[in-house]
């Protein structure tokens, strides 16, 4: 898979606003936020999206959703927030690099677009 903007963002290579890292994943804030709170938690190994996750990736996929908690408290969104994985072009993804981003800060609606 090509390498894409998050890869230079866990290699440093370009800036983010990083508000969790460890070994398996990195969290950092959304350029064009959606909500008042909008990040982004991405597996550090370079995996497409959701649909190019395996049964070997279990464990990664497991990190990444405990994880969106912690990263949640973090942010103080105790009253609530959305996470979003989207998938392919219909799914509008548009960052070939697994991400689930985290929104927060206001009231969500539903359905999404
Ligand atoms: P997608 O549309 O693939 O679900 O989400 C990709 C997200 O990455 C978008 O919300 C977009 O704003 C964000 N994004 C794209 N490029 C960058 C960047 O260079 N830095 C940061 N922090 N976010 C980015």
Redesign the pocket.
């Known amino acids: 898979m090509a390498e894409t ?1 998050f890869k230079k ?1 866990i290699d440093r290579e ?1 800036p ?1 606003d990083i508000v969790y890292e460890d070994d398996l994943c990195i969290a ?5 936020p959606q909500a008042p709170v909008h990040v ?1 938690l991405i597996p550090k190994r370079e995996i497409e999206n959701v649909a190019a996750l395996t049964e070997s990736d279990r464990d990664l996929a497991g990190h990444l959703l405990v994880k969106v908690h912690e990263v949640a408290k973090l942010l103080n969104l105790e009253s609530g927030y959305r996470i979003v994985a ?1 998938c392919g072009r219909d799914g ?4 070939d690099h697994l ?1 689930i ?1 985290i929104l927060g800060g206001r009231s969500l609606t539903w359905p999404p677009g």
């Open positions: 903007i963002i370009i983010a950092f804030h959304d350029v064009q982004l989207n509008g993804q548009s960052v991400h981003h």
